[in-house]
Nanobody
Framework: QVQLVESGGGLVQAGGSLRLSCAAS????????MGWYRQAPGKQRELVAI???????NYQDSVKGRFTISRGNAKNSVYLQMNSLKPEDTAVYYC????????????????WGQGTQVTVSS
């Protein structure tokens, strides 16, 4: 079992900033990648940013230059610094962990956090 705890969401005005945090814990043997996804009402869940264990990053085009994903000092943690927020960034943001677990055979596993609400007012 892997647990993901997310925090940092809230209500901000357009142009403001938020920093989301996610920490994974449990029977983690190795982490392949961690990322942030978001889902707005009536829309599909979409990738926001992802960072691999090797440090490679990918961003959705709409957030490039505004959002930064990074690994935390704590093991299996990730942050998303969100600057210059826009109303269209409003969504529930989900943390995703992929990797291998102790006492689990097979390939990579996937776990999701419960999500944290980000609301940007205009």
């Amino acid at each position: 079992q892997v647990q993901l705890v997310e925090s940092g969401g809230g209500l901000v005005q357009a142009g403001g900033s938020l920093r989301l945090s996610c920490a994974a814990s449990g029977s983690i043997f190795s982490t392949n990648a961690m990322g942030w996804y978001r889902q707005a009402p009536g829309k599909q869940r979409e990738l926001v940013a992802i960072i691999t264990s090797g440090g490679s990053t990918n961003y959705q085009d709409s957030v490039k230059g505004r959002f930064t994903i990074s690994r935390g000092n704590a093991k299996n943690s990730v942050y998303l610094q969100m600057n210059s927020l826009k109303p269209e960034d409003t969504a529930v943001y989900y943390c995703r962990w992929t990797g291998r677990m102790y006492s689990t055979s097979g390939g990579y596993m996937e776990y999701w956090g419960q999500g944290t609400q980000v609301t940007v007012s205009s």
